[in-house]
């Protein structure tokens, strides 16, 4: 038997400033899966946090929110500008006239788990451009300038991985959402729902647009959401991450981070928080987002600071069997907490899912000749869905070699003879098709074969007629069609 284990990639070490790093996520829902692996070697990378100095100096020269384009706050009412008293800024989105929604890493940017004081947040809302915005100045027409009075953090923040990489924050006067166009609520997408892989997405914000420091328009870019899979992410945390690139060198950037990032069709809904991009810099996708939707982050913003937690893996997922036709493969989901329920996909790269369900087995056909299989598990529980994959079984060969059979005891007494059978398989785990017939009279007679245990079967032929010659005949067939006849063929006249 032969097992087909996913093994852990090293990440390289990610470039270093007061960026904190993170990883990706979307759920499976994608039907077609990627043959490649572009995103094995996905890496914790910068935080999107950083001063417009500390942007311009350590951000790569090239092309580089890097790509966008330029848009007004009418078309983003929901975004906001967070900026800190030492100057480094975030973005957010407003859930109400109280609260915005930001990611954990704008107010723990070094993981060392001491944030600043509230009151060293000031929000800037309506904004086009922050660049109008002086300090200790009125604000701009149409514009609203606030402090913050308290934030929470979610409990289960680790800035390592950027898991549950989100920040709540309570503003000290209240927004007021019916005096402009420019200032609104965002609703978010309710609890649950799963992006699909090529959902068109948008992300906003007032980052690094460019090789220079962060200018203060406020931009947009368009995305489409990679499934779970597709984006081969950490499954320890792709319940909490969507995942999403563009390509073309545009990506967010510093500056961007806790803005919203937004279902880019129909009404106004946000599904994630701007978490994270790669280490070789802006511009290189594909991008995370906290997703907001999994209930281990959703029962937080609620107001729970003991929210479910999602399954995490403590084991890779296996999967084991011949790579041939006919020959099951079985796939195991590995070790995981939170006592989840598990659901398998099993996929052929460049076909996509070839079965999904709860069967842990697949069973290839002739249709699956040279597809290399891989099973991808989907465990969930009350916090979400995580998402892990097998290693990849090498492409199905056809199965030519017949199974191998004896008969190895038989006896006849009265009008009843009784005989034993051994009959196995080299290139399947499954059960085999056993065949009895006895022959008298000029006829063929079909009998009962039953299933005593691995690789052992029994018949009994009752009421067979006297003084008649009766010549018993036993068979094996595989699930590739391979046939072996018991060179043992007992023929019998009973007597008495």
């Known amino acids: 038997m032969v097992v087909y284990q996913r093994r852990a990639t090293a990440a390289p070490p990610a470039a270093t400033t007061r960026s904190g790093q993170h990883r990706p996520r979307t759920r499976l829902a994608s039907a077609a899966v990627s043959s490649t692996l572009r995103l094995v ?12 100095t500390a942007a311009a100096s350590a951000a790569p020269a090239g092309p580089r929110i890097y790509g966008g384009s330029v848009i007004t706050a009418a078309d983003a009412p929901w975004q906001v500008y967070i900026r800190t008293a030492d100057g480094y800024a975030c973005g957010g989105s407003i859930l109400d006239a109280t609260h915005v929604l930001s990611a ?13 004081p509230a009151s060293s947040f000031t929000v800037l809302a309506g904004f086009s451009d922050v660049s109008t915005w002086v300090p200790g100045k009125p604000a701009p027409a149409g514009t609203q300038v606030v402090g913050v009075s308290a934030f ?36 978010l997408a309710p609890t649950g729902t799963e992006v699909a892989g090529a959902t068109a997405l948008r992300v906003t914000g007032f980052g690094q647009s460019g090789a220079g420091a962060p200018d203060g328009k ?41 803005g919203p990032l937004t279902l880019a069709a129909g009404p106004p809904v946000q599904v994630g928080i701007v978490s994270y991009g790669r280490s070789e810099g802006c511009g290189v996708g594909p991008s995370g987002f906290t997703d907001v939707a999994t209930p281990e982050v959703r029962a937080w913003i609620e107001g729970s600071d003991t929210p479910p937690r999602a399954p995490r893996q403590q084991a890779p997922a296996v999967l084991r069997g011949v790579p041939v036709q006919g020959s099951p493969l079985s796939c195991e989901p590995g070790t995981w907490d939170g006592a989840p329920a598990y659901t398998y996909t099993f996929v052929a790269d460049g076909v996509g899912a070839l079965q999904s369900g709860a069967a842990p087995v697949y069973t290839p056909g002739p249709q699956d000749l040279g597809r290399t299989i891989t099973c991808v598990v989907r465990a969930a529980n009350a916090g979400g869905t995580s998402t892990a994959r097998t290693g990849t079984a090498p492409g199905i060969a056809a199965d030519r070699v017949k199974p191998v059979a004896r008969l190895y005891r038989w006896s006849c007494r009265r009008r009843t003879c009784t005989f034993s059978i051994q009959a196995a398989d080299p290139n399947s785990q499954g059960r085999l098709v056993v065949t009895a017939t006895a022959r008298y009279r000029g006829r063929t007679h079909r009998l009962k074969v039953a299933y005593r245990s691995t690789q052992r079967y029994s018949v009994t032929a009752k009421r067979l ?20 006849t018991v060179s043992t063929h007992p023929t019998v006249r009973l007597r008495g």
């Open 218 to 258: 406020l931009r947009a870019l368009g995305l489409a959401a990679l499934s779970d899979d597709d984006c081969r992410l950490p499954p320890a945390i792709s319940s909490m991450i969507i995942c999403a690139d563009v390509g073309g060198g545009q990506s967010p950037c510093h500056g961007d981070s806790g």
């Open 465 to 484: 007629p006297r003084h008649v010659r009766i010549r018993f005949t036993f068979g094996v067939v595989d699930a590739a069609g391979n046939r072996r």
């Open 152 to 187: 929470r953090i979610h409990p289960y923040y680790d800035n390592a991985t950027k898991t549950d990489d989100a920040m709540l924050l309570t503003l000290a006067a209240p927004l007021n959402l019916t005096a402009s166009p420019n200032v609104k609520a965002i609703a």
């Open 41 to 52: 070697a996905l890496t914790l990378v910068l935080a999107l946090t950083a001063t417009a």
């Open 104 to 116: 954990a890493h704008c107010a723990d940017a070094d993981g060392t788990k001491a944030p600043p």
